[in-house]
């Protein structure tokens, strides 16, 4: 699939974007034979419609792209890639976008592009777009990229994406972006203070591991944590089927912290990034950690285990607490954590968490920005007694069944230390296919986190 886009605008078939309103001055305009084709084929310019006219050799003279209306275009985005994916093989150019929209429509036409195909061959889409004028094509292709690694890694089901295949896939990174990579497995996690890594990944075949990568050595520091929980069963506390279909992409956080990582290193930003993952399966087997277990976590505080499948926010304590140990100048988590936030959210909105302002003002800025939602939900100090069991500090899956979201990142947030934090609870799927986003695994928050990040660490 191309991910760049086309080096000449040499005998480019020329799209035009047309709103629903101008559809009349646009006609006016051209000659009675396009006036009278158009007119035939029943085209409105309404979203997403798309009109193919010919020459009179038969090739393809020009298209039109329905753009709608304002209010029509509010409730969607990426409006032009239904547009490209309808397109035959050639180069194009768009006539008409309005500026303000052309880093949003030339990046969904990018990203109209992608299709999972490891599995079976599919047909590729050759609709290559000559990059809009004052967009930054380069940096469109980085963020592409990023994404489609994103989705990639979330739709590789766990027979081929475990915590060895997900460790490579890391070094991949590392080694194309000239990045430092270090790997802890197995029982040296016990010997160097990762209780809660071990304790979850044990049970499984492949051995549970911690993957710190770390890229630069000028600029502010900034750590990302993301879960790698490659397949989560649920362990003792065994899921039923009905939810474990989709288990393959709990390791949905660490795939967004992943592209978010490409997307910073391939665009050049000025910080000093780490990246650590925690790469397990959450398996059932003799020594499955068990309901009712107390884990003593690196950072010393004890956690009573009442839901072996809250195993997320125990795997990420131990490399939070790794993280804070830095001081970095930000850290952030991402992680496929609660069901709670999708009842809250659904499945389009990222949700985070900060008690920063000035970086919850720029987050939601960015978002706005590149078209990639987040909303924000709060720490609610007045829950944390909610996540504490009496008999140890802290409960991995409290009772009730309340603020369940909320109460997962006050658990991660007592592990982030004196740390500047935020923690995205992101869904990493997209249920039903989208203009630019066909169903499967999906990145959330990443490029608002690119779009803001230099603004929070400045």
Request: glycine content about 10%; charged content about 20%; overall charge negative.
């Amino acid at each position: 699939m191309p991910l760049t886009f086309a080096t000449s605008d040499e005998d480019a078939v020329p799209v035009h974007v047309i709103d629903q309103t101008d559809l009349d001055g646009f006609l006016s305009k051209q000659d009675d034979v396009v006036r009278g084709f158009v007119r035939s084929a029943g085209f409105t310019a309404s979203l997403g419609s798309t009109l193919l006219l010919p020459d009179l050799s038969g090739g393809l003279s020009m298209v039109l792209a329905g753009y709608g209306t304002s209010e029509a275009r509010a409730r969607s985005r990426f409006h032009l890639a239904s547009c490209a994916a309808a397109l035959p093989k050639g180069v194009y150019a768009l006539h008409g976008l309005p500026s303000k929209m052309a880093q949003q429509e030339a990046l969904g036409w990018l990203l109209s592009a992608y299709s999972f195909d490891r599995y079976k061959s599919q047909k590729t889409h050759e609709a290559q777009l000559v990059a809009p004028k004052g967009v930054d094509a380069k940096r469109l292709e980085v963020i592409a990229k990023g994404e489609v690694l994103t989705r990639d890694l979330i739709n590789t089901p766990a027979s081929d994406m475990g915590p060895a295949q997900l460790e490579a896939a890391c070094a991949d990174l590392a080694e194309e972006h000239n990045a430092n990579i270090s790997v802890i497995r197995g029982d040296a996690l016990l010997e160097l203070n990762f209780p809660m890594i071990h304790a979850v990944g044990r049970a499984a075949a492949q051995v549970p591991r911690l993957i710190d990568m770390q890229w630069g050595d000028i600029g502010p520091t900034l750590t990302l944590v993301g879960k790698g929980v490659c397949f989560d069963t649920g362990g003792l506390n065994l899921k039923p089927g009905s939810s474990m279909g989709l288990m393959k992409k709990d390791m949905g956080g660490a795939a967004t912290v992943l592209g978010l990582a490409h997307m910073i290193m391939g665009t050049g930003m000025k910080v000093q990034l780490r990246v650590l993952i925690p790469a397990v399966e959450n398996s059932v087997s003799a020594n499955a950690y068990r309901p009712g277990d107390i884990l003593t976590s690196r950072q010393g505080l004890t956690v009573e285990i009442n839901n072996t499948d809250a195993e997320g926010r125990l795997v990420l304590a131990d490399a939070l607490a790794l993280g804070a140990e830095d001081n970095p100048d930000l850290m952030i988590s991402m992680a496929t954590l609660t069901g709670a936030a999708r009842v809250a959210v659904g499945p389009d909105l990222a949700p985070y968490y900060t008690d920063d302002k000035k970086a919850a003002d720029a987050l939601e800025a960015g978002a706005q920005k590149v078209a990639d939602p987040v909303w924000r939900l709060p720490f609610y100090d007045p829950y944390e007694p909610m996540i504490e069991p009496g008999i140890a500090d802290l409960d991995n899956a409290p009772k009730g069944g309340f603020a369940g979201s909320i109460t997962a990142a006050l658990f991660l947030r007592r592990f982030a230390g004196d740390t500047r934090y935020m923690h995205f609870d992101v869904y990493g799927w997209n249920p039903s296919a989208a203009p630019a986003r066909p169903k499967g695994g999906v990145g959330m928050g990443a490029r608002a986190l690119l779009e803001a990040l230099p603004k929070v660490l400045k």
